[in-house]
């Protein structure tokens, strides 16, 4: 499933980026790694959901969004994910922060 | 070494969680990732330990342990991953934390 | 080019943190992460810059750094990649902070 829409999972997380935290549509830069059996290992049902499989996402993003806003971006990920089959409960989300000054994009 | 005892690793790491940090025993979320020869680089000697081969254990935690804590975390997981045959000098732990906000694990 | 050049790029990245950021010359561990086509996506002009590949370098550094000497280590890292072929528009450094505390490195 990971492989087939390698594609379309970048850009319904990149797509809720830009809705639910306002980021510039050209300020994309993702990682795709893709792992053999068992490499994620996963509780099935933590946090009281049903779980089946796992899509963890990490993002990197400069500390200044409150919390309302995160929830609205997990919100739309999984909402955007939806279409292409991918269940809200096989997603994890892992935000960490940093700031402006800890990013090199190309030139300082 | 890593390829056999994958499933142990992973089991090792995550009861030094439970005992040291106290999380529940079905929060579980590991990501596993093989390297080929010469992509882990470290030097040998640093910190004034005899490395051989280098273990990297990456966690991402909700900021809420005190140092103290930390050094107990740390000591359980080497404790625990010896009688996989693996060193303590070999182990490298890096610790970033976010925020309770900062997760998203299947539902909202 | 990146398999090429594997070991170079790792001395050019260390080389920058021993002369910017002042770690000792043996304070060194490296992780390099192949990817198969399309795994990195990226704009090809944000920022400003035309970008034609990617070389992301993603930084786990302790909390002590201030702003200025974080771009005299950014410049240093393209500085010293630019001898091996690689476009300061092509990288892409993201630095994360964490403590002290935060970091085991073969004992206690």
């Known amino acids: 499933m990971f492989d087939k829409s390698h594609e379309d999972i970048g850009n ?22 893709p792992h053999d059996a068992g490499e994620l290992k996963f509780d099935a049902g933590y946090n009281g959901v049903d779980r089946r499989s796992l899509l963890v996402i990490r993002v990197t993003a400069v500390h200044m969004y409150p919390v309302a806003t995160k ?22 989300i892992s935000l960490t922060e940093n700031g402006f000054e800890d990013w090199y994009a190309g030139k300082i």
């Open 12 to 33: 319904a997380i990149h797509q809720a980026q830009i809705e639910a935290l306002g980021i510039p549509a050209d300020d994309r830069f993702q990682i795709f790694q």
């Open 71 to 92: 929830r609205v971006f997990f919100q739309a990920v999984v909402d955007k994910l939806a279409p292409l089959g991918i269940r809200a409960q096989d997603v994890l």
